[in-house]
């Protein structure tokens, strides 16, 4: 039986470790974090990440966990709206779906399916050394512990340790955007104001930018963007650097940042793209969504890739029965077809729409302004087709389905 090891209990690792496991894999995924990652926001069901889920059997599940949506809306200081987009605006395909829901919850959803299929956990844990052998892959882990593996994937985000070690420093890949966000979780209180399903967006002129959007059971998720190529990783640095940009900041800016201090899930990081032109594989290991093409949260498709990415890459090792023989010229032909299969798509993904930093972040008051006016003129019927045609190929895609056999066999225990 092959034995693959996955890099990093996120959404495309987990998906792929589930596939695999289903297909007569022996699956691996090895985790730095203590456990299951929480926060990020929410990942919409549109194209082809709907096309996935329900070719995984896990799509009425993700369905019970949507989060009300009903648009979003552009608003001034003291909250009064200058534009909006509802969830049916662009036939549905707008910035905001009312097929939504959180980061958390899929990625929740997609980790238990894996666990029901059998796959292996090593939380608090990493690589540290990937060495080829006539076999497979000898890989060291921080532990202390050595095992050899057929195949080792790298689906560790965009500062992906793996990508380090096999293909080199994140700085030969890395393309910044320019801007920096920070989200966490706001639990509401008595005398917080509720969002009643709407998005918030907030902004002031230097590229700074504030949003609030919808959770479960009186949370919502916050965002704070600005201008920045690398941020500190030290977390007192980082709420420092926060207050400064911010200072003096309107809205519920100041409520913010205060909540961002006690917040469990609170994050920070760069906005980047990762382009590796050469290729995603050496040898028999490979990377999957943001370890290998980052597309970046503007392009609002991070969710729909790295699901995509583990199908085609399920459906390409079970094409060549990997998991019967796990020889090198099966692997390597396996690994060329899933680059063939996701070049494409990944590439079309990467085009972010003309002026979308702009966009999130306007770096004058005109800005913000033009910004909202062009909000609510791209919703005009007579402006659709150009919509359509300044978006074309950049948005969500139809999946090809996971082939039967790939993650549809029945668990154990018979669900």
């Known amino acids: 039986m092959a034995h693959a090891l996955i890099v990093g209990a996120g959404i495309a690792g987990d998906t792929l470790a589930r596939c695999l496991a289903r297909d007569g894999w022996r699956v691996t995924v090895v985790e730095i974090a203590p456990a299951l990652r929480t926060g990020g926001q929410t990942v919409d069901l549109r194209g082809d990440s709907r096309q996935v889920l329900v070719d995984l059997g ?18 001034r200081a003291d909250g009064s709206r200058m534009a909006e987009m509802p969830v049916e605006a662009f036939g549905g395909q707008g910035f905001i779906s009312h097929e939504e829901l959180l980061r958390a919850d899929l990625a929740a959803l997609l980790h238990d399916e894996a666990r029901a299929a059998g796959v292996v956990y090593r939380f608090a844990d990493t690589i540290d050394a990937l ?10 882990f921080r532990s202390g512990h050595s095992a050899v593996f057929d195949l080792v994937v790298g689906a560790d985000g965009t500062h992906s340790r ?3 070690l096999r293909f080199g420093p994140e700085s030969r890949y890395r393309k910044p955007l320019g801007l920096a966000h920070a989200w966490f979780t706001l639990q509401e209180q008595p005398g917080t104001a509720r969002l009643d399903g709407w998005a918030l967006s907030y902004n002031e002129p230097g590229r700074r930018g504030v949003t609030a959007r919808p959770g479960h059971d009186g949370q919502q998720q916050v965002g704070l963007t600005f201008a920045a190529s690398t941020v500190p990783r030290d977390r007192d640095e980082q709420f420092a650097l926060l207050d400064t940009v911010f200072a003096g900041t309107g809205w519920r800016t100041a409520e913010f940042l205060d909540a961002a201090r006690t917040a469990p899930d609170f994050a920070l990081d760069t906005y980047d793209q990762i382009h590796m032109s050469d290729s995603w594989s050496d040898s028999r290991v490979v990377l999957i969504g943001d370890a290998a093409w980052c597309a970046s949260p503007l392009s609002g498709l991070g969710t729909a890739l790295g699901l995509r990415g583990a199908a085609e890459l399920a459906r390409a090792l079970h094409q060549e029965a990997v998991h019967e023989k796990a020889s090198s010229a099966r ?17 079309a993904a990467q085009k972010l729409l003309p002026g979308r930093v702009a966009m999130v972040a306007p ?6 302004r033009v910004n909202a006016l062009a909000m609510r003129m791209l919703q005009a019927r007579a402006l ?12 969500h895609e139809p999946a090809v389905p996971v082939p039967v056999g790939v993650g549809r066999q029945p668990a154990p225990d018979g669900r």
Do not use: S
């Open 331 to 347: 692997v390597a032909a396996a690994l060329g077809a899933f680059e063939a299969a996701m070049r494409p798509r990944v590439a």
């Open 162 to 164: 793996t990508r380090a």
């Open 384 to 395: 659709l087709p150009l919509v359509e045609k300044l978006a074309g190929g950049r948005g």
């Open 363 to 368: 770096k004058h008051r005109w800005g913000v």
């Open 58 to 75: 896990v799509i009425d599940a993700a369905l019970e966990r949507l989060v009300p949506q009903r648009g979003i809306a552009w608003i």
């Open 131 to 140: 060495t080829d052998t006539d076999g497979g892959v000898d890989v060291r």
